[in-house]
Nanobody, 122 residues
Framework: QVQLVESGGGLVQPGGSLRLSCGAS????????IGWFRQAPGKEREGVSC????????YYADSVKGRFTISGDNAKNMVYLQMNSLKPEDTAVYYC???????????????WGQGTQVTVSS
């Protein structure tokens, strides 16, 4: 059974850092595109970053470029999202998802985790 599980969310002050983890069971992450999305209350789900580990490809939304870093650990079958210099507008539920290719459209993704809450507030 294919399953994705996110972890690492929490409450952090502006300017702080968090590292989100996405773990998979039932398939090998490195063979797929792994996207990180976020959804704030009342807003649409938006793409944050995406990677294809096998190809070394990474993409970032303009809003997080230079602050967030996506990476993978193939041995652990994990993908991470390191988030630095966090801002209140980064507050959202963060999801990881899999697709055949990187896309900013959530409709291109087949499997989703349950999400992890990130709150940036003083």
């Amino acid at each position: 059974q294919v399953q994705l599980v996110e972890s690492g969310g929490g409450l952090v002050q502006p300017g702080g850092s968090l590292r989100l983890s996405c773990g998979a069971s039932g398939f090998t992450l490195k063979n797929y595109a792994i996207g990180w999305f976020r959804q704030a209350p009342g807003k649409e789900r938006e793409g944050v970053s995406c990677t294809v580990s096998n190809d070394g490809i990474t993409y970032y939304a303009d809003s997080v470029k230079g602050r967030f870093t996506i990476s993978g650990d193939n041995a652990k079958n994990m993908v991470y999202l390191q988030m630095n210099s966090l801002k209140p507008e980064d507050t959202a539920v963060y999801y990881c998802a899999t697709s055949e290719f990187c896309s900013w459209s959530p409709y291109e993704y087949d499997y989703w985790g349950q999400g992890t809450q990130v709150t940036v507030s003083s």
